[in-house]
């Protein structure tokens, strides 16, 4: 249970911001954004927390959470961020990691960031990255950071616990396209993708196959970096992005490797891993290899893909029911 806030005696000016008039619209598409960016944060936690002996290349300490500021959406957006979201030129946190350092402090969505280590975060449009270089430089040698933060007119002091977890983002895709990409550090989730997971566990089986393929891949993936830069923008209607020319498969014993370290990522955050193939199978049907830029595409190699899962799931079953270490 988090302790009760510090209240700390500073003094702290009104933001003034001049924002426009908000579009429905626009509204509409911040506020569906938010809550898919919330979904995957929510979803990848157990993910991200529980794998660190298997992502080795991406273990590190982190606060579980994001912050942002007007200036991090697109400036059209500006309104509808400030309305919606009650952003400003301070940072203010957005997200917070489940089971998290962050989660376990107390701090909340909306609180501002004003100081961190009693050194005064920065605003503006500098703001995001700024105030990230700062944070990582301030982690160093230490277990938790303090933070002065502003919550609805009272500054109090938040200490939050470094968490050793995979640093890798998860982040929302604007197409309608059902896929999803890693790029060796960054994982993109389509809207596409999103609407057609039936639950939690299917999301969760998506971004468990796109670490696995983070982690085996030492080289970042310049066109899939590409793809999710495109890609990674909020927007009212579907994206008309050119996604340029079709990416190259991935080859059957890649492909296999990579299930079966996701498979294991899976039983180690403790989600279940029966439906596996099933979903992928489901998948494969929905987007045929004939798309460009699909998932079969990039993953021709279904059937094979498809008796590995089985069989590797039947030893992780058999390691589960022994309580020996879920390990590949």
Known sequence: MASAPDVAAIAVPPTVVEIPATSPEKTMALQNWYAQEDRLYRVAAPLLINNTKLCTRH??????????TLHSYPENFAAEAHASLGLDERLRVLHILPGSGASQSGIQQGDALLKVENESLPTGSVAEKAGASLISAKMRGRSRLNFIVLRNGQTMTKRIPLTLACAMSIEVGNTDQINSYGDGNRILVTRGMLEFVQSDDELAFVIAREMAHNTLNPAARTDMKAIINRLHTVDIGPSSADLGPALQPFTPV?????????????????????????????????????????????????????????????DIKQKQKHEWPILP
């Open 59 to 68: 273990s590190r300490y982190l606060l579980g959470l994001t912050a942002k």
């Open 254 to 314: 890649l492909d296999a490797t990579v299930d079966k370290l996701a498979l294991y990522m899976l039983a180690r955050a403790d989600y279940p891993i029966t439906g596996v193939s099933s979903f992928w199978a489901r998948l494969a049907k929905k987007t045929p290899v004939t798309i460009k830029h699909g998932h079969t595409a990039m993953h021709p190699s279904t059937s094979y893909r498809l008796a590995l899962i089985k069989q590797i799931s039947l």
